[in-house]
Nanobody
Framework: VQLQASGGGLVQAGGSLRLSCAAS????????MGWYRQAPGKQRELVAA???????NYADSVKGRFTISRENAKNTVHLQMNSLKPEDTAVYYC??????????????WGQGTQVTVSS
């Protein structure tokens, strides 16, 4: 199983970016998918998560600015980030709880994509 993230980059404050993450491999089912971020010197934190049924959860710091969505048929999760702030600068990681060949739901991580917001 592999999670491939894309869409990071450099943007000015107030701008937008869209992150995508596709899961591939021997996958039977995916439960929750989400995005986390880790800024230098800080712990990794949850940004947003979405269940297979479409229920969402956001960190308070991104509510009203970020939108998480998923395409179940493509095993893909997106994060639309608007009104970006310098404090959003971090490496963003996608995560998926999925059922693979192990026979149990396990958490998998993508490789991380850098988001840099300049002031």
């Amino acid at each position: 199983v592999q999670l491939q993230a894309s869409g990071g980059g450099l943007v000015q404050a107030g701008g937008s970016l869209r992150l995508s993450c596709a899961a591939s491999g021997s996958i039977f089912s995916i439960d929750a998918m989400g995005w986390y971020r880790q800024a230098p010197g800080k712990q990794r934190e949850l940004v947003a998560a979405i269940t297979s049924g479409g229920s969402t959860n956001y960190a308070d710091s991104v509510k009203g600015r970020f939108t998480i969505s998923r395409e179940n048929a493509k095993n893909t999760v997106h994060l639309q980030m608007n009104s970006l702030k310098p404090e959003d600068t971090a490496v963003y990681y996608c995560n998926a709880d999925l059922l693979g060949m192990s026979g149990s739901f396990l958490g998998y991580w993508g490789q991380g994509t850098q988001v840099t917001v300049s002031s």
